[in-house]
T-cell receptor
């Protein structure tokens, strides 16, 4: 299957700082990328969907000014958690889908801890 | 929006025993169905998928699933589990490959 690389895998940051998470499709062009958040022992919660070159579509309840998503190229999308707080600590996962794809491929996830 | 139900949050099973993880979805329109496995602190790995055709789908690691349209189910099965199958399993539904809807997950624990 196609490969999606997510970086970093773990990050610890101080409260009030910003953190950027990268999601790259290594061997295909990702026209659509999805960003999820996962709390312990829970399922994936879709945060936003982004199409290359367009603004991301955020799910209800997700603060777009806090979770900035950029999908500037067909192989890279970034999620920036701005002014992070301890309650933002979570596991964030991206997935990518090609133009003709029927499935999405997932990154390895990023464990964010805000102290 | 789709609704995906995984009734069993935790399934303990002895090694080499068979297992079935249940998944039901809500939509009556054409959907794509997926099972993913997640190991601790990792992303999701695709086990198998149903897009069309044969209702019995075979995936990796000896898993298979059967699509039942009348019951809107897509249960995952394995005839003989191994210790290494201990993980979290997620059922997902997608309408024509667009947004994915995930179930709440089933934690499979294989007991030696």
């Amino acid at each position: 299957g196609a490969v999606v690389s997510q970086h970093p895998s773990r990050v610890i940051c101080k409260s009030g700082t910003s953190v950027k998470i990268e999601c790259r499709s290594l061997d295909f062009q990702a026209t659509t990328m999805f960003w999820y958040r996962q709390f312990p022992k829970q399922s994936l919660m879709l945060m936003a969907t982004s199409n290359e070159g367009s603004k991301a579509t955020y799910e209800q309840g997700v603060e777009k000014d806090k979770f900035l998503i950029n999908h500037a190229s067909l192989t890279l999308s970034t999620l920036t958690v701005t002014s992070a707080h301890p309650e933002d600590s979570s596991f964030y996962i991206c997935s990518a889908r090609g133009q003709s794809g029927t499935e999405a491929f997932f990154g390895q996830g990023t464990r964010l801890t805000v102290v | 929006a789709q609704s995906v139900t995984q009734l069993d949050s935790q399934v303990p099973v002895f090694e080499e025993a068979p297992v079935e993880l249940r998944c039901n979805y809500s939509s009556s329109v054409s959907v794509y169905l997926f099972w993913y496995v997640q190991y601790p602190n990792q992303g999701l790995q695709l086990l198998l998928k149903y897009l069309s055709g044969s209702t019995l789908v075979k995936g990796i690691n000896g898993f298979e699933a059967e699509f039942n349209k009348s019951q809107t189910s897509f249960h995952l099965r394995k005839p003989s589990v191994h210790i290494s199958d201990t993980a979290e399993y997620f059922c997902a539904v997608s309408e024509a490959g667009n947004q994915f809807y995930f179930g709440t997950g089933t934690s499979l624990t294989v007991i030696p």
